[in-house]
């Protein structure tokens, strides 16, 4: 499946807290919501990844946007992760990958043996859960902050 592109509807999604409760696109509805996957925790590019969507939070929150991470790490991990870098949002495990699968992002090919994790992403989907900017990177790469910053001003003008 391709990944999403910009105004398509946002499948549903389910993941599971930190905290083991449930995060679903529906607790978001009438807030923006930037959806950063990742492929794991505790690699150098997904840690920067998160710390600078992090360090951009007060920014989003201005924006009516909230982040939310994910990833296919069970919920411990990523509790863990959050913890040790100080992320003031929710993380989301994927460990069943669907929602991975549902947007179009689950890695199928072979990386260092590995594969079935989540395609360096970010989404940004409006109150009304229509995607508005969808990145896919080469994994290598940050999804581009300045782009989702726009996105979200472009949706509160």
Not at 50 to 70: Q, R
Not at 83 to 98: A, P, V
Request: proline share 3%.
């Amino acid at each position: 499946m391709a990944a999403l592109t910009v105004g398509q509807k946002a499948p549903d999604f389910k993941l599971v807290g930190t905290d083991l409760e449930p995060i679903q696109l529906s607790d978001y509805k009438g807030k923006n919501l930037i959806l950063h996957f990742f492929p794991l925790a505790f690699t150098s590019v997904c840690t920067e990844q998160l710390c600078t969507a992090n360090g951009d939070n007060n920014d989003y929150t201005s924006l009516n946007a909230e982040v939310v991470g994910v990833s296919v790490d069970s919920p411990f991990v990523l509790d863990k992760f959050a913890k040790e870098n100080s992320l003031d949002f929710h993380l989301g495990s994927d460990f069943n990958r669907q929602v991975s699968k549902d947007y179009g992002v689950l890695f199928d090919g072979d990386f260092a043996g590995m594969t079935g994790f989540s395609m360096r992403s970010a989404f940004v989907i409006d109150g009304e859960g229509v995607v508005r900017y969808a990145e896919t990177t080469d994994g290598k790469s940050l999804p581009s902050f300045e782009n989702i910053t726009n996105t979200l001003n472009s949706l509160n003008e």
